[in-house]
């Protein structure tokens, strides 16, 4: 029986939009015309998986972690807080994964923190140059990364990697990382590397292993030409031998233009990918939060980019757009203390089911994404394309009890929560009018405070936003609204509200 996320809440749907006035007894009307009764509007409180596919887990054959932008470390007081973030991301992913068990702990980039990176380098010591900071550092660094894979991952669960900007820069730093978590007298090399097929590609920061009969490969941060040559040859080997195999592909960097926040990014890798629609790729780099539907994205030539968060803080630049606006409500600083990622897992039948996690709060973060298994010609069905957010409703409000105030110089709005179709609302827009005067405000965004709740029932029913408005509030007559917006940004129609002051 085929399921679908987008048939949850039909009611939300159907509500295109509405247009609300503050003191209504839950009622409005939409632009269509009907009557919009608020209360029958609900939040979601419990994920469906976002499925074109059954996933069938009582036969899964691969689980992994996909982790990305640990920064494990930042100077000598940080070591001990990164080491147990990561050990507690990995301890939960083990627990929430459906086996109790991983095949596969695998990063996207940025596993270090100043490897790579000497503006990185924090708390330069008497006597030293900046250089030689980096140096220790970065060595520090890595040798907690390797304590804290170690403490966590039993022995038969695979590592795998690729390198961030971090960590290094087509090929530089490469070594250095095979040598430190190698451990001493390389007693963890096999472990960790021996499986890799292709020796020379991995001392490049080039990786092709297999894990459970899937293709892994990891392609370095900021690759030359010679990395695109030896990623597009190695996929052309693997799906001549099976073109019906998902590939499982790990850069930090994500293909330009597809998941949330990836625009300006890879646009080569994107070219090379738009010829191999079995591969599923995972980055990180931004720090973006993944509990939106377009954390995970299909080009229209059918591979798939997943974006990993990260697993050591959120990013406070898309707290609110992803143009890095201020939020008038809440700190923004509040956001890095949290912490996400995936658990990835594998049927029988080669579908694939993507999972979010929040770990700081310990639940799951959003729905999961099953992606069908590849078809025998190879294609995939395009069911994650951008054409996907055509199918649902856009936001709506739960009431439409609405109101304002002038507090001091500023203005005070209380208003209900929203409710998407499928997923969490990423933030509310408010504008200001003079009515007498025309002038209007820039728009004002408040956060929903998406990333401290798992569900969207969870999340607050009611928020009160207190702002400068921009333009002077005298006496008279004062239009505002408050818009809701999803991650696409699908938005509602407006709750309106008219201030008077005398």
Request: with cysteine; glycine share 8%; charged share 20%.
């Amino acid at each position: 029986m085929i399921k679908r996320l987008f048939a949850l809440l039909l009611c939300v749907a159907v509500m295109l939009s509405l247009v609300a006035c503050g003191g209504g007894e839950g009622g409005g009307t939409n632009n269509k015309g009907e009557k919009v009764n608020y209360g029958s509007v609900k939040l979601i409180e419990e994920y469906e998986d976002t499925m074109t596919g059954v996933f069938d887990e009582k036969n899964i054959v691969l689980t992994f972690a996909a982790l990305s932008d640990t920064h494990m470390g930042g100077n000598k007081y940080q070591y001990e807080s990164s080491y147990k973030l990561l050990t507690s991301a990995i301890n939960q992913c083990e627990e929430f994964a459906t086996t109790k068990k991983l095949d596969a702990v695998c990063f996207a980039g940025d596993i270090g923190n100043c490897t790579n990176s000497s503006g990185n380098v924090i708390g330069v010591e008497a006597g030293q140059t900046q250089k030689e900071a980096q140096i220790e550092q970065g060595k520090v660094e890595r040798e907690n990364l390797l304590r804290a894979i170690v403490d966590s991952f039993e022995a038969k669960t695979k590592l795998f990697y690729c390198l961030g900007n971090h960590d290094s820069r087509n090929g530089s730093n490469a070594q250095l990382y095979i040598d430190s978590l190698s451990g001493k007298n390389k007693q963890y090399y096999n472990r960790f590397f021996g499986d890799d097929l292709d020796k020379n590609a991995l001392v490049k920061g080039n990786r092709h292993v297999k894990i459970n009969g899937y293709s892994f490969l990891a392609l370095e941060a900021d690759c030359d030409d010679n990395g695109y040559k030896w990623l597009e040859s190695t996929l052309n080997s693997i799906v001549k031998e099976n073109p019906q195999q998902t590939i499982f592909l790990f850069h930090h960097y994500a293909p330009a233009n597809l998941v949330f926040s990836s625009a300006g990014q890879n646009k080569e890798l994107r070219k090379v990918l738009e010829k191999y629609p079995q591969v599923m790729v995972f980055s990180g780099h931004t720090h973006t939060q993944i509990d939106f539907d377009n954390a995970l994205m299909q080009s229209p030539k059918g591979f798939i980019s997943v974006a990993c968060g990260s697993a050591n803080n959120t990013s406070t630049g898309f707290y609110v757009t992803p143009s890095g606006h201020s939020a008038v409500n809440g700190n923004s600083s509040d956001i890095k203390n949290y912490a996400e990622g995936l658990i990835v897992e594998v049927d029988k039948g080669g579908n694939v089911r993507v999972s979010r996690y929040n770990f700081t709060i310990g639940k799951k973060a959003a729905s999961s994404f099953v992606i069908p298994a590849v078809k025998k010609d190879g294609s995939r069905a395009l069911d994650y394309t951008k054409d996907r957010k055509d199918k649902v409703g856009a936001p709506v409000f739960i009431s439409d009890n609405i109101t304002a105030k002038k507090k001091g110089s500023n203005i005070e709005v209380k208003f209900p929560a929203a409710a998407s179709p499928t997923q969490k609302i990423y933030r509310y827009e408010i504008t200001v009018t003079n009515t007498q005067t025309g002038e209007k405000s820039e728009i004002k965004y408040a956060t929903s405070f998406f990333y401290k709740f798992s569900t969207p029932a969870e999340m607050p029913k009611e928020y009160t936003v207190v702002f400068d408005a921009g333009i002077p509030i005298t006496n008279g007559t004062y239009k505002i609204e408050v818009v809701a917006a999803d991650s696409w940004p699908l938005k509602s129609a407006p709750l309106t509200y008219e201030l008077v002051i005398k």
